[in-house]
């Protein structure tokens, strides 16, 4: 197993792991489950986002939250209007009401991963960040962390390309070949257990568990996963610098 300054590339997760959004990610999600008869109890903010939603495109987040309930929505078209109705319904309530967070609230970035960004940077390791969401480009931007990658898959390329969501490493893997490093060459860091289960299904030669929870089977349940390390904080890792 390499350790991270021996890798050719890093591909980040956006969501929680570059920009502190996953929060508000949950909270547009709790808002648009709740509002959905039978959904009782509310939509848990921590267990429930992290196993069903987390680190997943909007319509597999929502059709997977609402199974575990055993709501049997119809799959609706993807045309639906923002509502209860419909899975596409109930992503597309999710999608308005993170813009308007987004809108009002803006983003901020993690600082100790904006110090490791630097310090790769400056080691001429070259790092990309995926995103299932079609806004990371922008949060990226906002952050003022984007010229610090080489490349970028978000939801947009998810779309156009067919790739499948996580666990499925295909975002990863598309990633490294834009970067144009081997998967065995290059790290994953991720807050989402179906995001480190995707780094490790992927074959990446080192797959980075960031632990933004802090409960106390967290950092248990990303090494189950596959994390070959867990940290609570990418600053962690300067210190490991060899």
């Known amino acids: 197993m390499p350790e991270l300054w021996g890798c050719q590339g890093v591909v980040f997760d956006t969501d ?10 949950a909270a547009a ?3 648009a489950f ?8 509310p939509f848990d903010l921590v267990d429930e986002y992290r196993r069903h939603v987390d680190g997943k495109s909007r319509l597999d987040g929502a059709a997977a939250f609402l199974a575990a309930r055993g709501l049997d929505l119809p799959m609706g078209d993807p045309d639906d209007p923002p509502g209860t109705g419909t899975v596409h319904a109930v992503a597309a309530r999710k999608e308005e009401l993170f813009r308007r967070v987004l809108n009002e609230e803006g983003v901020d970035v993690y600082p100790g991963t904006v110090r490791l960004l630097l310090a790769l940077h400056g080691a001429n390791v070259r790092c990309a960040a995926i995103s299932s969401s079609r806004h990371a480009r922008d ?9 610090l990658l080489q490349t970028v898959v978000d939801g947009n390329d998810v779309a156009r390309l067919g790739l499948p969501g996580k666990p499925d490493p295909a975002l990863f893997v598309e990633a490294a070949r834009r970067l144009v490093v081997p998967v065995e060459s290059a790290a994953v860091v991720e807050d989402a257990l179906a995001g480190v289960e995707a780094g490790r299904r992927g074959g990446f030669g080192l797959v980075v568990g960031v632990d933004r929870m802090d409960t106390p089977t967290s950092a248990h349940d990303l090494r189950e996963r596959g994390a070959d390390l867990v940290v609570g904080d990418l600053g962690e890792l300067l210190g490991a610098r060899r």
């Open 34 to 41: 709740d509002a959905v008869p039978g959904v009782d109890p």
């Open 29 to 31: 999600w709790k808002e």
């Open 16 to 25: 929680g792991v570059i920009t502190d959004s996953a929060r508000a990610h």
């Open 139 to 147: 949060l990226l931007s906002r952050a003022g962390v984007r010229s």
